[in-house]
């Protein structure tokens, strides 16, 4: 069974900054594509940041510049530092895995961002 589990999310003030942590744990046999989503109240759920096993990165055109995915392929984890932070970043933030064909998600950290 595998699990995601976020951590770091909080509340910080419009400029400021935030990490947020990602660890799969449970039997793993490589993971492929990671990311992070969000959702605000009365939204979907966008996309923010992927990155796939050989680094490869891509971002939401509304985070570009500002947050940055990293993951480290042995402890299974995915990371996002968030910074120059927006009250409109202001959600729910998920994480994402593709494991063997299969889709893995987090439960989500809110992260709360205030003008």
Known sequence: QVQLVESGGGSV???GSLRVSCAASG???GINTMAW????P???RELVARITTDGTTNYGD?????FT????NVKNTVYLQMNSLKPEDTGVYYCYAVIKLF???GQGTQVT???
Request: charged letters at 20%.
């Open 27 to 29: 039997t793993i046999f």
């Open 42 to 44: 009365g939204n979907p």
């Open 103 to 105: 889709e893995y998600w």
């Open 113 to 115: 961002v205030s003008s």
């Open 69 to 72: 995915i990293s993951r480290d």
């Open 13 to 15: 003030q419009a400029g």
């Open 37 to 40: 989503y969000r959702q605000a």
């Open 62 to 66: 509304s985070v570009k510049g500002r």
